[in-house]
């Protein structure tokens, strides 16, 4: 075989039209932190047309065959059967496209490398060809999405077979996809696992091939997976280890899952299986399957399962802000006031710098301009933290306000109503800086902008607390995605986005999916500050001078102006 003959980029027309995936082996990336992207799809049981590949060309060289094993990628049905036709029969066997997904720039970063010179193609019995990437992020077998940016070399070898036609005989397991068109292929499904109170569902958003229903592929692996390694240690699941799906399939009776388990499921107590139904029907509709209810079923006999209780979602209550003296939640030119606590709040003669709001109404987190922290209720102002250089603060469903300062991130502190500080451990060991805090609305995560050697990184971690509710310490760090300006606010979207506020220079808001790609939109351009709301067209941005942004369209428009204060509410 001759040297390195050819070196070319990978021709972008020939690939446009069917979306761009290369097979990818158990050693290409599948860790890493998260790029920007899209963001997830509304209804995963709306999917539209998928792209379909051809077949090998009869006659094709070394370099077109794996330019259409390429192609071939997008077409997942029949377990990616079109891509295996581009295979040698011993590799058809053996190759495991559902091993992950390597997501990269696109076709005008790739390259190809061949082995063989194209004069010399029609005397060689053997090749090897090299695909180089650029690439942005990754999705392991399980489905967890990270990002996985850098260089990587993904190698072929192929022979010629008895009729004459080159096939590949060594590739490597996965599909690599470009970062524009993974939308197309993969949908994001946020499988939901309990709390450590058994009270709250906790998202953690999963990759798998889009699918018309996908009720099989999210119960099986809510059934038989685990949590994402980052959330794990706040988060626990109602299927025992030794109950497993009893059918590869679940149908859809009406809106109702039939979901087939194996015997040990016949001695599960009422509570465990009340707790199994509840996470896989909230699981299923996160999913966007039409379903009213699961049905669980042993060896073709119905097994009767309840539902628990969970704790209440807080209604949207709309925005609430600090204007000309009134606080409370702004309706049209008016400001309705928050009985327990907007009479609190406006007699405070200092200047008021950050207002966060309980879910309830009953309390709220201010901060003042001295930067000192404190929890005002109905009749009561107590100050909490008065350390020097304190962020926003930031509340919890339990009732903890979270206070941390910019230049020490690793000193987050709790408060409670007993106007007591616990230490939360293990609060980003590898930090140097922190600029905001904010906690879930499960309360089970914390996000964070924080700096690490010059750079400044989106992450979250899960949040342990005692049996008490009372955060005692961080999981380890999950990064999410690094910020090219600093941050001027972090909200919650939602329960598994997070929206940035990027300035100053030119201003942007990141709406990022935690475990997924995400977007980004220009913001008004004196933006100061966020605050959240359960969809992105429920943002609010304030300006410097007091103007109050809201969304119209992918366009901003002033809804108020005057505003001193842009409040959030707790989990937003």
């Known amino acids: ?44 049981q709306d999917v539209d047309v998928l792209p379909v590949a051809s077949g090998p060309i009869a006659g094709a060289g ?28 011993p590799l058809q066997r053996s190759w495991r496209p559902s091993e992950g997904v390597s997501i990269d720039v696109g076709p005008e970063a790739r390259t190809l490398s061949s082995s063989v010179a194209d004069d010399e193609v029609e005397k060689a019995d053997s090749a090897e060809v090299q695909v180089q990437l650029d690439l942005v992020a990754s999705v392991d077998e399980s489905g967890a999405y990270s990002g996985a940016p850098g260089a990587s070399t993904v190698p072929f070898a192929l022979e010629r077979m008895d009729d004459g036609e080159w096939r590949i005989t060594q590739a490597p397991d996965g599909i690599v996809i470009d970062e524009t068109r993974f939308p197309n292929v993969y949908e994001g499904y946020p499988l939901q696992w309990f709390d450590a ?14 699918r018309q229903s996908p009720a099989t592929t999210v119960t099986q692996a809510l059934v038989s997976g685990t949590p994402a390694e ?54 299923l509709k996160a999913a966007g399957v039409n379903v009213s209810q699961v049905r669980f079923s042993v060896d073709g006999r119905t097994i009767d399962a309840g539902v628990v209780e969970l704790a209440d979602t807080p209604p949207d209550v709309g925005t609430l802000v600090l204007q000309d003296g009134a606080f409370g939640r702004i309706i049209g030119d008016e400001i309705s006031p928050l009985p327990a606590i907007s009479e609190e709040i406006v007699a405070i003669p200092q200047r008021i710098l950050a207002i966060d709001v309980a879910a ?32 926003e603060p930031s509340l919890d469903p339990y009732g903890y306000v979270w206070s941390v300062p910019a230049g020490s991130p690793q000193a987050v502190q709790a408060w409670g109503s007993d106007v007591v500080a616990h230490d939360v451990a293990n609060a980003w060991p590898s930090a140097s800086s922190i600029s905001d805090i904010r906690v879930s609305a499960d309360g089970a ?39 090219v300006e600093p941050s001027t606010g972090l909200v919650w979207l939602g329960s598994d986005r997070v929206a940035v506020l990027a300035a100053p220079s030119s201003p942007k808001l990141l709406v990022q999916t935690v475990g997924g790609p995400g977007s980004s939109e220009t913001a008004p ?48």
């Not at 059918?247 to 001695?267: C, M, Y």
């Not at 309390?363 to 962020?391: C, F, I, N, T």
Request: glycine letters at 10%.
């Open 230 to 283: 980052w959330l794990d240690p706040a988060v626990q699941t109602a299927f025992p280890a030794d109950v497993q799906l009893a059918q590869d399939a679940v149908p859809l009776t009406g809106q109702v899952a039939e979901v087939a388990l194996t015997r040990p499921a016949t001695g599960l107590d009422p509570t465990t299986l009340s707790r199994m139904r509840t996470q896989l029907q909230a699981t």
């Open 360 to 391: 309830d109404d009953s309390h709220a987190a201010v901060q003042l301009d001295d930067r000192h922290v404190y929890l005002v209720g109905e009749g009561s102002r107590d100050e909490l933290d008065a350390r020097p250089g304190l962020v």
């Open 445 to 483: 995560r914390v996000a964070a902008v924080i700096g690490v050697g010059g750079q400044q990184w989106v992450v979250v971690a899960a949040v342990v607390r005692d049996s008490a509710g009372l955060p005692t310490e961080l999981g380890d760090v999950k990064q999410v995605t690094q910020l």
């Open 1 to 44: 075989m001759s040297a390195r003959a050819s070196r070319r980029r990978l021709p972008v027309a020939g690939l446009a039209l069917l979306a761009l995936l290369l097979p990818a082996c158990a050693g290409l990336p599948t860790s890493g932190d998260v790029a920007v992207g899209l963001q997830l799809g509304e209804s995963p």
């Open 525 to 572: 351009s004196d933006a100061v500050s966020i605050a959240g709301a359960r969809t992105a067209a429920g943002v609010r941005i304030l300006g410097s001078t007091g103007q109050l942004f809201a969304h119209a369209g992918s366009a901003w428009r002033e809804v108020a102006e005057g505003v001193s204060v842009l409040a959030t509410r707790a989990g937003e």
């Open 197 to 210: 109170s058994w009270s709250r569902l906790v998202p953690d958003v999963r990759w798998f091939p889009r």
């Open 62 to 89: 070394p370099e077109e065959i794996v330019e259409g094993f390429l192609e071939a990628g997008i077409t997942t049905s029949d377990n990616w059967d079109t891509a295996r036709e581009f295979l040698a029969p």
